[in-house]
């Protein structure tokens, strides 16, 4: 079946400008993760969706940036007035309630120029 | 495509011999420990998870390890194999799948043939 998809899958933007990363996860599952990884660097927790509770925000570093998650299942992260620093590897993965299995897609390459 | 964890923590083990890799953890009420591999180019991949009420599981060539005395988890990978060369995370999360998966830093595997 399919798996998480993830688009764009490279997005090059100016500094300033805003940006929006799509995920799709696996159908069915209610839970949905946006990490992002910076080159040498670890997965930096951003937000967690889970079914119809208030999502987990804890890891958003600004106000700059956001997510929604339409009907359960897709799910954007907006990037405002974005900076050199935001450049990374955006990765969302989606999972079934009460199961440590997330299934990652590709990722989303942001270049801030 | 571009590598992860450029400067991560490296092992580097020939090939048929046994890998340890090692992980401290933080949150001593996280119910779940997880241990994710990630391929040059790739989202992560999950491995193998360990409940915090044991203290060893073992899968298919690998097995894991949780000392919450110490806060530490490890994974073993029986006869190393070339494909297990990755970037290897350990990840941990509360009960119920309520709250996010959260990662730690992660360790390169290298494997000499």
């Known amino acids: 079946g399919a798996g998480v998809s993830q688009s764009p899958s490279n997005k090059v933007t100016e500094k300033g400008k805003d940006v929006e990363l799509r995920c799709d996860p696996i159908s069915g599952h209610t839970a949905l993760y946006w990490y992002r990884q910076s080159l040498g660097q670890g997965l930096e927790f951003l937000i967690y969706?889970?079914?119809?509770?208030?999502?987990?925000k804890s890891g958003l570093p600004s106000d700059r940036f956001s997510a929604e998650r339409t009907g359960g299942s897709v799910s954007t992260l907006t990037i405002q007035r974005t900076q050199q620093e935001d450049s990374a590897v955006y990765l969302c993965?989606?999972?079934?309630?009460?199961?440590?299995?997330?299934?990652f897609g590709q990722g989303t390459r942001l270049t801030v120029v | 495509g571009e590598s992860v964890g450029l400067h991560l923590p490296t092992l580097s083990v020939q090939e048929g011999d046994n890998s340890i890799i090692n992980c401290a953890y933080s949150?001593?009420?996280?119910?779940?420990f997880i241990w994710y591999k990630q391929e040059s180019g790739k989202g992560p991949q999950f491995i193998i998870d360990?409940?915090?009420?044991?203290d060893k599981r073992q899968g298919q060539r690998v097995t894991v390890l949780l000392n919450k005395t110490v806060k530490h988890l490890s994974l073993q990978i029986a006869a190393t194999q070339p494909g297990d060369s990755a970037v290897y995370f350990c990840a941990e999360t509360g009960n119920s799948g309520n709250t996010p998966l959260v990662f730690g830093k992660g360790t390169r595997l290298s494997v000499i043939a």
């Open positions: 993965a989606s999972g079934r309630r009460g199961n440590t299995e997330a299934f």
């Open positions: 969706f889970q079914g119809n509770s208030a999502p987990d």
């Open positions: 360990i409940r915090s009420n044991m």
């Open positions: 949150n001593s009420a996280s119910d779940y």
